[in-house]
């Protein structure tokens, strides 16, 4: 079992950033693929980025590429988000989610079996 626990949200303006941590709990957080995804009012979640086991690995939405960076780190079991030059278009609620994927699978919400609560991020224009 794998507890996922995300902070960081926050209000700010366009342009500005935000860097959002997962901590997660757990032995074998070190072999599990990372992603973050959001949900915004009124729609669907959507994958945002992911992250392989060792890092090797990323993939984003193209929405947000070139913007936000992911990154993890083993040791302290913590999975990040970069995010610069926010967008009012990037206000949702974000989640971490871990899972057994393989490289092509980085994007698959289906892959992911562990889930945090999510934190609002809020871009005001």
């Known amino acids: 079992q794998v507890q996922l626990v995300e902070s960081g949200g926050g209000l700010v303006q366009a342009g500005g950033s935000l860097r959002l941590s997962c901590a997660a709990s757990?032995?074998?957080?070190?072999?599990?693929?990372m992603g973050w995804f959001r949900q915004a009012p009124g729609k669907e979640r959507e994958f945002v980025a992911g992250i392989n086991w060792s890092g090797g690995s990323t993939l984003y939405a193209d929405s947000v590429k070139g913007r936000f960076t992911i990154s993890r780190d083993n040791a302290k079991n913590t999975v990040y988000l970069q995010m610069n030059s926010l967008k009012p278009e990037d206000t949702a609620v974000y989640y971490c989610?871990?899972?057994?994927?393989?490289?092509?699978?980085?994007?698959?919400?289906?892959?992911?079996?562990?889930w945090g609560q999510g934190t609002q991020v809020t871009v005001s224009s």
């Open positions: 989610a871990g899972g057994r994927t393989g490289r092509s699978e980085l994007g698959d919400e289906s892959r992911y079996n562990y």
């Open positions: 757990g032995r074998t957080f070190s072999s599990y693929t």
